[in-house]
T-cell receptor, first 113, second 111 residues
Framework: GAGVSQSPRYKVAKRGQDVALRCDPI?????LFWYQQALGQGPEFLTYFQNEAQLDKSGLPSDRFFAERPEGSVSTLKIQRTQQEDSAVYLC???????????FGNGTRLTVT | LAKTTQPVSMDSYEGQEVNITCSHNNIATNDYITWYQQFPSQGPRFIIQ???TKVTNEVASLFIPADRKSSTLSLPRVSLSDTAVYYC????????????FGQGTELSVKP
């Protein structure tokens, strides 16, 4: 079946631009997570949704980062006024419930120039 | 959440068995041990999970000693396609989403 889908696959933004990254989780998956992975590092937790409720956003690095999942399925991670340090791969993952293993998408590689 | 320590990199040859050991001295009673595999330009993929003793699936085996302060991922007869980064994670499942990946072990399989 279809896995977690993320778009765009690659995004280049000029410093100061706003970007929006989309995640389509596996159908029926209640839990959705966003991670940030810098080059050569492991993924780092950003935020977590259960259905449409954002239960944990403690990993968001600044108030320029905003995530939403208004209907409990598709999620968007928005980064305002991008900075060079925002350059990374942004991974989305979903699961049936918080205690189940995560299914990851292939990520969006963001490059801020 | 318990912190994990694993080798930064390992080299192997096709057909060999590879064992990657992870230390997690502060593992809690409720914590499970989970391993993920990540290929370049892809998201991590679940390999195996265990709580104690030995777990085996079609891909790997996971050995956990009685004190649970370490674990060993065993990959039998590796091939070139097993070249990837392997992450050891400890926690009570992905509850809250706060899986802590660490830097992982970069396994390079050579012909």
């Amino acid at each position: 079946g279809a896995g977690v889908s993320q778009s765009p696959r690659y995004k280049v933004a000029k410093r100061g631009q706003d970007v929006a990254l989309r995640c389509d989780p596996i159908s029926g998956h209640v839990s959705l997570f966003w991670y940030q992975q810098a080059l050569g590092q492991g993924p780092e937790f950003l935020t977590y949704f259960q259905n449409e409720a954002q239960l944990d956003k403690s990993g968001l690095p600044s108030d320029r980062f905003f995530a939403e999942r208004p209907e409990g399925s598709v999620s968007t991670l928005k980064i305002q006024r991008t900075q060079q340090e925002d350059s990374a791969v942004y991974l989305c993952a979903s699961s049936w419930d918080p205690l189940e293993t995560l299914h990851f998408g292939n990520g969006t590689r963001l490059t801020v120039t | 959440l318990a912190k994990t320590t694993q080798p930064v990199s390992m080299d192997s040859y096709e057909g060999q068995e590879v064992n990657i050991t992870c230390s997690h001295n502060n593992i809690a009673t409720n914590d499970y041990i989970t391993w993920y595999q990540q290929f370049p330009s892809q998201g991590p993929r679940f390999i195996i999970q265990g709580y104690k003793t030995k777990v085996t699936n079609e891909v790997a085996s996971l050995f956990i000693p009685a004190d649970r302060k370490s674990s060993t991922l065993s990959l039998p007869r590796v091939s070139l396609s097993d070249t990837a980064v392997y992450y050891c994670l400890v926690g009570d499942g992905p509850q809250g989403g706060k899986l802590i990946f660490g830097q992982g072990t970069e396994l390079s399989v050579k012909p």
